[in-house]
């Protein structure tokens, strides 16, 4: 099974590859977001790894925005606990480090190392993984300042680079949370994983996850439409977990809501509230069924 | 009158301020949003002007977070139309750009252009403005593939660029959104513009902009919570014009709320509404209230 994901090897999106899949499947690199979605659309891909929200970032918009556009199934969700490490060229001190490159969202997750280290400038990468790859390349031996990267220690074994710093992260509570995309119609993953993930414990609970349906709609602009939408939960019990608002492309200050719930349509207060959302609502669709992570 | 904003001379924060006070202010650059926010609380300047929300690209997280962080009055909003221009310096043609250097969100505004031309690389850089000045500052006269920038057309004024293509961007309803912060107990701005703006015209009705109020709190973590709350503004036939979802630092997958709604704290419906939103709310803050745009 080939797997999708945005960044170089080594990227946080593999990590996800192998909680989703395991070993079996066969990671492969894209540059940006919009390429793994068309490489799925073509076929060139089986699935694809996408992560969706970030405990200190937030959401991925760029992801909510394209699980729109294109009309995949989610059919399985991870969390991937991200630690970030300062990572140079083997050789490099930290006192020589004056440039460090890194994605945007790792610079925003390690702002107070930054506050910590005003001489050490910034520099925006378009991933964390390839960050580290192009600091090895482009490293000459004894040039100062030097380059550094920002990325996981999976990263710094695979491009050889020397772990200056560990855990950089602002915050220890830093997880991303992945979503598995397959076309439209697949199954949803980790039912025997939930089976088994309980074997030797004795409790039977812990064992199988609940389900988990995520789902996008919007309102008529008017007064309360929102709050009459989520009544189609609230009135049966449902548990909304997360609730995203995305605009509205061509109709400014209006907006489009994502929404995950727990529960699976073939529940039957599911089921009614779907159907009632769909009553309220001026477009729905639902985006899949899966196991909670 | 000093304002801080992100961004070179020329960024679109710069027309914002323009539009809130008129030319009698004087803005004063950062290179970064936390830098304005501690310019404003350190009393360097009197007021900052902050993107919150673009009608493509969705919220300006950043801001959201130092909304909460810091604890000034929103005294104004405004709303400022886009228009991202392919400029370069003077002599270069379109054949001869090979890369195009602005902000992210640019580039995310402007996809379309980049799909028709596969051949232009996009290169992320921290300010729309700033990419002029850079992409000017670089240029050696004959050399190809050149670089060129996407910005205002004011920028391209103030930097001596040359504007190749006008109007890059996927949709002509791109709009976005500022807030003027002003330390904690200031008054809101525009009641003389309000009352100003329909000299002439006649029409009294729409001299006086609505009043807006923005808020920010967080639920207790159980079914229905979010529900609750905003029953809070439903059973008073409030309008929620904005909700936004920010995570809560520390409780990962649990959120903090932003709304925006009509109305001001002295109306009674209003009034109510806060009070009733305190009882279910873990947390709740006014964030100030001001004249809709």
Redesign the interface.
Known sequence: MTVGFQGELGAFSQQAIRQFLGAQATPKPHERF?QIFAALQAGEVDAIAVPI??????SV??NYDLLLKYDFAITAETSVRVVHNLIAPPGVTFRQVGTVYTH?VAI?QC?EFFAHNPQIRRE?Y?DTAGSVKMVMEQHSAGSTPAAAAIASEFAAQIYGGHILKRGIED?R?N?T?FFLLEPKGSQPHGDSEGASAGKGSGRKGLAVRPWKTSLVFTTRNI??A???A??A??LR???????????L?????E?LFYLDLLGRPEEEAVGNALRHLAEVADFLRVLGTYRAA
Do not use: C, M
């Open positions: 919009d929200e970030n405990t200190l970032h937030g918009y760029a945007p925003d702002l925006p378009y915050d509570q997880y949370r007064p309360g929102l709050f009459r989520l009544s939960l609230a019990d449902l548990n909304l977990v997360k609730i995203e608002s995305r605009p492309r061509g109709k400014p200050w907006y």
